[in-house]
């Protein structure tokens, strides 16, 4: 895989002999197709308008163009199918996000899944249809690529370590040197299986919700469930919604709470995908503990105030533009202070990104999109996105 990022945020740690793949995710691909700005949903046997829309590669894709797009090189193992939406979606990973598919595979008369997803009132609502891949994720991918770290989610269903076929590329990753690091998605049966902990033992770092670790560890606060998940994993990161997040890195020392930006959120999906991918990035770079927290939580507050999943996803322009505005405001409260102290460790990061460092791109189904090049402006539906409020 040849990948060439205008920024790297891993360029001082590499050295010859390392893995070409920073991150290697497998998971299931989704055309997401995005309706925003809805006052309302419909009623039965009405119709409403919505103000925006966009069309993108969804589901593991989110994660995949977060991680390409924050600068680390990425790989994906996925199914496509050989219909129009695979289609879109394969081209979309790989010539405009630059993913590397070579551990990816197109299935003739195969559908690509869909997922249809309606944002009101800073919620979502989806309807989704797809089937199983044609094989499992072991026999598509084969070996995975030598890789620095490995994103999954972890199963009760298909555990680690019990050599479930599904999960055997896993086990090699780990095997290469991989660190891996896991999230976990919401359990509909609502057993909440101690097995998902057990599987922690394999694992580097763990991120879930506060509402799924406090439903695996039995506690009844997200500092409580950071404490339990500490217990089992070198890094456990626990994130609240607007309450922020709490963090705590075992092999350091370090421990860390953040508090959410204040933002008008417009879409929430993939964010929580971005801001795994921001720790990801600041651990692969070796940054303090509350450095990756903050930056963390600044990419997903970035992803939230626009519409779209992967289409969110900011990259190192868009971080660059934004602490740039907020560099110059104003510090006229409190609370803008603290933005400005908390975001203080940018300013050797930013001097460092290139003009044309890669930002969002816009994509839909009809026409296909490129990410922005060097004095590109935004389209009328993806302004810069604006700066944090400074009022808490």
Not at 162 to 189: C, I, K, N, S, Y
Not at 239 to 263: H, K, Q, Y
Not at 297 to 307: P, R
Request: one cysteine or more; glycine letters at 8%.
């Amino acid at each position: 895989m040849t990948v060439d990022h205008a920024f790297d945020p891993l360029a001082a740690l590499r050295r010859a002999d390392d893995p070409v793949v920073d991150v290697f995710v497998q998971g299931t691909v989704f055309l997401d197709i995005i309706f925003t700005g809805l006052s309302t949903m419909p009623k039965s046997g009405t119709e409403v308008w919505a103000e925006g829309m966009g069309s993108c590669p969804g589901g593991i894709a989110n994660l995949a163009v977060a991680a390409a797009r924050l600068g680390l090189r990425t790989s994906l193992g996925a199914a496509f199918g050989d219909d129009d939406y695979g289609e879109f979606c394969w081209r979309s990973l790989e010539e405009q996000e630059r993913v590397d598919l070579s551990r990816s595979r197109r299935y003739p008369h195969w559908h690509t899944p869909v997922t249809v997803s309606v944002s009101v009132g800073g919620d979502r609502r989806m309807i989704t249809h797809g089937h199983d891949a044609p094989e499992s994720a072991t026999e598509m991918i084969g070996a995975a690529p030598r890789a620095r770290s490995v994103m999954l989610d972890l199963d009760a269903d298909r555990p680690l370590g019990e050599g479930h076929v599904e999960r055997q590329w896993v086990e090699q990753a780990a095997a290469d040197g991989a660190l891996l690091f896991a999230d976990v998605g919401w359990d509909p049966t609502g057993e909440w299986s101690p097995s998902v902990l057990d599987q922690l033992t394999h694992c580097h770092a763990f991120m879930p919700n506060a509402a799924e670790a406090m439903a695996y560890t039995r506690t009844d606060s997200a500092h409580d469930a950071l404490y339990a998940l500490a217990d089992f994993v070198p890094l456990a990161v626990v994130t609240n919604g607007r309450d922020g997040a709490v963090a705590i890195d075992s092999a350091t020392g370090e421990e860390a709470s953040v508090p959410a930006l204040r933002v008008d959120a417009i879409d929430p999906t993939g964010a929580g995908d971005v801001f795994d991918a921001g720790i990801l990035v600041g651990s692969l770079a070796g940054w303090p503990l509350l450095e990756r927290m903050n930056f963390a939580t600044l990419c997903s507050s970035l992803a939230v105030q626009e519409f779209g999943g992967s289409l969110a996803a900011p990259g190192w322009g868009d971080l660059a533009d934004w602490w740039q505005r907020v560099r110059s405001q104003p510090t006229t409260n409190a609370a803008a202070r603290s933005v400005q102290r908390r975001f203080a460790f940018l300013d050797e990061l930013v001097a460092e990104v290139p003009p044309g460092a890669v930002r969002r791109a816009a994509a839909t189904i009809a026409k296909l999109s490129d990410a922005q090049a060097p004095g590109v402006q935004p389209g009328p539906n993806h302004d810069p996105a604006p700066p944090i409020e400074e009022t808490p």
